[in-house]
């Protein structure tokens, strides 16, 4: 009889949890941030990786624009949004004093898009500090993984929303 209870358990979560992963794509709502100091060309490399289907949601209710980050017809189009986004919503410290992000660009790696950027001329770095509220206008769930690497040394922390800053001090 025990068994029977656990099996019919085992399968009533099974078609539950089915039914609720189908009509959410993903529950969890994360960013990651890394910013690389490159001490041989006084940058900082910074790189932000987003749920896709987020990030476009985000970019459709904020610019009231049509958003498809992966056609390649309105690539300069997009571009531009997701310049836009990163810039208000992304901004970093160096040293105590604030920095100017220069965009690269995004691509597209599965379901995830990644998106990058620069800080030139750090000719030496003793801290950062990271100010993110990537997609905190869409989730109040929003968590921020945000990773500092300088040398050998990695610093790594999450940000809850409403939180939005690490500092690293090297």
Do not use: C, W
Not at 1 to 6: F, P, S, V
Not at 26 to 54: G, R
Not at 104 to 112: L, M, N, R, V
Request: hydrophobic share 40%; aromatic share 10%.
């Amino acid at each position: 009889m025990h068994l029977l209870n656990t099996k019919f358990v085992t399968i009533f979560l099974a078609f539950a949890l089915s039914g609720f992963f189908k009509s959410s794509k993903h529950p969890l709502h994360v960013s990651t941030t890394e910013v690389n100091f490159n001490a041989k060309d006084k940058t900082l490399e910074i790189s932000a990786k987003i749920f896709t289907d987020d990030f476009e949601s985000v970019l459709v209710k904020l610019y009231k624009q049509k958003t498809d980050l992966s056609n390649p017809s309105i690539k300069q189009k997009m571009d531009e949004l997701v310049k836009k986004y990163l810039i208000s919503h992304l901004q970093l410290k160096a040293n105590g004093k604030p920095v100017a992000l220069n965009y690269i660009g995004f691509e597209i790696d599965h379901e995830a898009t990644n998106i990058y950027l620069e800080v030139e001329k750090i000719p030496a770095l003793k801290s950062v500090e990271v100010n993110d509220t990537i997609l905190y206008d869409m989730f109040e769930d929003q968590m921020s993984i945000v990773h500092i690497v300088k040398a050998s040394v990695r610093k790594s922390t999450k940000i809850l929303y409403p939180d939005k800053s690490f500092t690293a001090n090297f």
